[in-house]
């Protein structure tokens, strides 16, 4: 649980052959350089760097959809990722900075067979300006960082090509926001799930809060664990211009900043991905700083003292 102070641990995951644009790759370097761990550890948690991720050997692998792009190398990130993030939320509170967001697709499984194992449901909140809920199938661009959902959801899809799924996670506790940018095939296949989806109209009706609020408290009476996958793309790309995917029409800094202050309130978030960060299109650093920033709202900053539950 997020009760201070954390065990943090940073695992590299320089994956990038699920984007269409090369980049991502850098992403842990730039978090690095942003000072990460830094930003963590001066909230009074502990750090320890797992270092990189090294991708398993690819396999041939073939699949009827012409599209497909680096579909051996993503599948053998994803085997790698799996068994690392099993192992590496043993205990503490892991945090996989990607690297693009087919991390997710080891990440979320390797995870959800933790909470299995420990006796826990298991929910994800899911920030992104795409739902990623393509089947190998349906993406006519081929980018696998746009199906993870799709497959630890457990849909048939990915049967025999990526690795065997541990433990689907139930779409019935995804929660995922700020979407606003869905494809014809995505759209149709999300009308069958009952995952929750607060698109961006969502947000503009009610704020963040209460539809945070309300997610949360399904989590809280669950006794779940929470793991948040954070994309980039989430955040309005007039603040955030360093990913690959950018979407207009964004959560702006401070609803990120409310979100994550709220997060942290919870003290259910047990896991982390960052993600989708391409410092090659960022400027001059800022996206990194902003999400490190986000990630210091996440683990306990505020701008004043709310210990008493009032501003003081
Ligand atoms: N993780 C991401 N940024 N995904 C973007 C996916 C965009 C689009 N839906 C596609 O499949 O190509
Ligand atoms: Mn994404
Ligand atoms: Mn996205």
């Not at 090369?22 to 000072?35: I, T």
């Not at 790698?80 to 993030?85: G, S």
């Not at 696998?144 to 433990?167: C, Q, R």
């Not at 929660?175 to 869905?182: A, E, N, P």
Request: aromatic residues 6%.
């Amino acid at each position: 649980m997020l009760h201070p102070p954390l065990d943090c641990k940073i695992l590299a995951v320089p994956v990038q052959e699920g984007a269409g644009r090369m980049g991502c790759e850098m992403g842990p370097a730039a978090f690095r350089a942003a000072d990460l761990a830094g930003a963590i550890t001066e909230l009074g948690h502990s750090v320890r760097d797992l270092g990189t991720l090294l991708p398993a050997q690819p396999r041939r692998l073939h699949h009827d959809n012409p599209a497909l792009e680096h579909l051996p190398e993503v599948v053998a990130w994803i085997e790698a990722l799996t068994q690392a993030a099993y192992e590496a939320s043993a205990e503490g509170f892991p945090i996989f900075v990607g690297g693009d967001h087919s991390l997710a697709a080891g990440s979320i499984p390797g995870l959800a067979r933790r909470a299995q194992a420990l006796g826990k449901p298991f929910f994800v909140l899911w920030l992104d300006a795409h739902p990623d809920f393509h089947t190998l199938e349906s993406t006519t661009s081929g980018h696998l960082h746009g199906t993870p959902v799709a497959y630890f959801t457990g849909l048939k899809s990915f049967d025999g090509i990526f690795p065997p799924l541990p433990v689907p996670v139930d779409p019935q506790n995804v929660c995922m926001m700020g979407i606003r940018s869905v494809d014809a095939a995505e759209r149709a296949a999300l009308r069958e799930t009952e995952m929750t989806i607060h698109d961006m109209r969502a947000i503009d009706d009610h704020g963040i809060a209460p539809l945070l609020s309300a997610f949360l408290k399904r989590v809280e009476e669950a006794d779940g664990l929470l793991h948040v996958s954070f994309d980039v793309d989430f955040l309005d790309p007039s603040i955030a211009p360093g990913v690959g995917t950018p979407v207009v029409g964004g959560p702006t800094l401070r609803e990120a900043h409310l979100l994550m202050e709220m997060l942290h309130e919870s003290g259910r978030v047990t896991s982390l991905d960052l993600v989708e960060l391409n410092p090659f299109l960022d400027e001059r650093g800022r996206t990194a700083l902003l999400m490190v920033d986000l990630v210091g709202s996440l683990m306990g900053r505020s701008i004043l003292d709310r210990s008493k539950g009032t501003y003081r």
